[in-house]
């Protein structure tokens, strides 16, 4: 008798619970995810660092919906090869785009939110992430859209006294 009240129990849940869940719509690509997409496609890159240039490849494609940028970088730093990937989206609740950014050469991620700036072309993002010597570390990330063809990027840790000190800056050309 008590495995049929359960029983009756669940399937009364589920009635009830169901059209909630389904009346529950869907987040939709805005003018934010518009912004984002803009970027998709194929970049030469050329990375700045500690007074060193390398060079590298980064792919961006719209996935998930059309809710998700996601990135794919591949390169060099200091004659090792690097790999990176992001997923950059609008969070509609927070009115804040928020990505994050995983790579090869640390086991934690690089957590980010901020605005865009439509009179520069702008997105500044701070969050934590790995700092060089695998402590958390705060970061500021600079994304200026130049032209169609080309963006700027910068990222710096800021510092206890919050001041920002430049950690690299990667210059992106669209390939043809």
Not at 82 to 89: P, Q, S, V
Not at 100 to 123: N, Q
Request: proline fraction near 4%; charge should be positive.
């Amino acid at each position: 008798m008590r495995t049929v009240r359960l029983s009756l129990i669940a399937c009364a849940a589920g009635v009830l619970l169901v059209p909630a869940a389904v009346a529950q719509e869907l987040p939709k690509p805005g003018p934010e995810h518009e912004r984002l997409k803009k970027a998709e496609g194929t970049w030469d890159a050329t990375v700045n660092m500690g007074g060193q240039e390398s060079k590298g490849t980064m792919t961006y494609k719209m996935d998930l919906g059309g809710l998700w940028l996601v990135s794919e970088f591949e390169g060099e730093f200091g004659g090792m090869k690097f790999k990176g990937r992001g997923l950059d989206t609008y969070d509609a609740a927070k009115k804040k785009y928020v990505g994050i950014w995983v790579d090869s050469f640390s086991t934690s991620p690089l957590m980010l939110e901020g605005t865009y700036d439509a009179g520069t072309k702008t997105r500044t993002m701070t969050g934590e992430g790995p700092g060089m010597e695998g402590a958390q570390t705060k970061y500021k990330t600079v994304l200026q859209e130049k032209d169609d063809g080309t963006m700027v990027f910068t990222i710096s840790s800021v510092g206890k006294d919050a001041k920002d000190a430049p950690v690299m800056t990667i210059t992106y050309r669209r390939k043809k």
